[in-house]
């Protein structure tokens, strides 16, 4: 129970009433007992109607949600009585939250229904339960919120991205899960003409055409485009790091999720393997929905592990499982020195027959830490350890360019659009 300011007003008054009792004329003695005993009783009728008052409560949660983007945790309330109380509650949220409980209030009419609505960020994976709501409701009279407590279960799937309506459009105008490739005179199948334009080879001229038309005319085929993606997901101890709103895990099962359909819908092969100091998952080139399907299963199914990452045991289940030349993403940190070392020793291994691009998350606190003012005596040490983290990430991506592996270095907010254009350039000028 917490008095209102009403309720402090009235002892005021009773107090004064009591020393005017006391001090004042005969006629006040005891008169304060009646405001006393009134204040009283109407507090305990307060305290019998706010734990009965009937009050139904329905938690409305979408089905499923994607890991990092905020959803709408609705509750509608129905009032199905003649009072109008008002009501304030806090919504206990579980882990795998990034909000912080916010108080709201909202004034139930009679016999009718009160929507209130929190914008949530899942940051973790799975089935996320919300249930208890803690709540209080101002007596009918004014003298108090009286706690009321309700549960009101309720539960949505967290999954890993997705690409948004106007990426998967933009996929399936490509052709969808037959990607082709457009070719002048080359190719497997004819598609149609066009008009002569500079630069095209004179015998791939289709003098019959030409000769109908009037006009110089050359053929345009279409080619299938298949190639292998294999998606290297770093789950050691450093992927529990936060990095924003989501640890590094959480950007890298984003990423690897987002791209993974794209690579699908353009009727690529797609393989996963996640690792710390040991090869946790893998699953082997998927195709289409089903493929899809396993793929998110496995990046849900990841979380991190409190063991130093060996890249080298990776990449070495990544060259047996690989028989052509394949894309080979690798999402991972350059922090440690000695694992940045075994990083650079896997990739030369699918070097140059495979083409491994290195991505990682640059941490955009460790950036400024290096040039920040000091204000106390510690503050120089530190950016001198902000310096020499940065200088050991510039010396791992020089080391993996000299090797040519392209490196992706991108913040935690660029990084999913720096890796998906990477693989659109890479796909489309078929360095792959």
Not at 3 to 23: D, K
Not at 58 to 68: A, D, K
Not at 213 to 229: A, F, P
Not at 336 to 344: F, R
């Amino acid at each position: 129970m917490n008095l209102t300011t009403r309720s402090y007003a009235l002892a005021i008054f009773i107090v004064a009433l009591a020393l005017l009792g006391e001090w004042g004329p005969a006629l006040f003695a005891g008169l304060w007992k009646l405001p006393t005993a009134a204040v009283i009783i109407l507090l305990w009728l307060e305290r019998n109607e706010s734990r009965r008052l009937p009050l139904e409560l329905t938690r409305v949660l979408p089905e499923t949600v994607c890991l990092g983007r905020p959803f709408d945790n609705r509750i509608l309330i129905n009032n199905p009585n003649e009072i109008e109380p008002q009501l304030e509650i806090l919504d206990l949220l579980p882990g795998g939250i990034a909000d912080q409980p916010a108080l709201q209030r909202t004034r139930l009419r009679r016999r009718d229904d009160v929507l209130l609505s929190q914008m949530l960020t899942p940051v973790e994976t799975g089935i996320l339960k919300l249930n208890a709501l803690r709540g209080r409701l101002r007596g009918r009279f004014g003298l108090a919120w009286w706690r009321r407590d309700f549960q009101v279960p309720a539960e949505t799937r967290v999954l890993p991205d997705r690409l948004h309506s106007h990426e998967f459009y933009l996929s399936t105008q490509r052709g969808g899960s037959e990607h082709r490739k457009l070719t002048v005179g080359g190719g497997q199948e004819l598609l149609g003409m066009r008009d002569y334009q500079h630069g095209d080879p004179l015998h791939l001229i289709d003098w019959k055409a030409t000769a109908r038309s009037g006009r110089t005319t050359v053929r345009v085929m279409t080619e299938d485009q298949h190639l292998e993606v294999v998606i290297v997901i770093d789950a050691g101890r450093t992927s529990a790091m936060q990095a924003g709103v989501l640890t590094r895990l959480g950007h890298y099962s984003n990423v690897a999720a987002r791209l993974a359909e794209k690579a699908l819908l353009n009727g690529d092969y797609v393989s996963l393997v996640s690792f710390s100091d040991r090869v946790i998952n893998l699953s082997r080139q998927q195709r289409g929905h089903a493929g899809l399907r396993q793929i998110r299963q496995q990046i849900e199914d990841l979380s991190p592990v409190m063991q130093e990452s060996n890249p080298l045991a990776a990449i070495m289940q990544v060259r047996q499982l690989i028989r052509h030349r394949s894309l080979v993403v690798i999402l991972t940190d350059l922090d440690d020195a000695d694992a940045s070392g075994q990083l650079v020793q896997a990739v030369s291994m699918l070097r140059p027959r495979h083409l491994p691009v290195v991505a990682t998350i640059l941490d955009d606190e460790t950036m400024a830490l290096q040039y920040q003012s000091a204000r106390s005596w510690l503050d120089p040490w530190i950016s001198l350890a902000a310096q020499e983290t940065v200088q050991e990430w510039q010396r791992t991506r020089l080391q993996l360019e000299h090797l040519g592996v392209p490196v992706v270095m991108a913040s935690a907010e660029q990084l999913d659009a720096a890796i998906l254009g990477s693989y659109e350039q890479l796909r489309a000028r078929h360095q792959i």
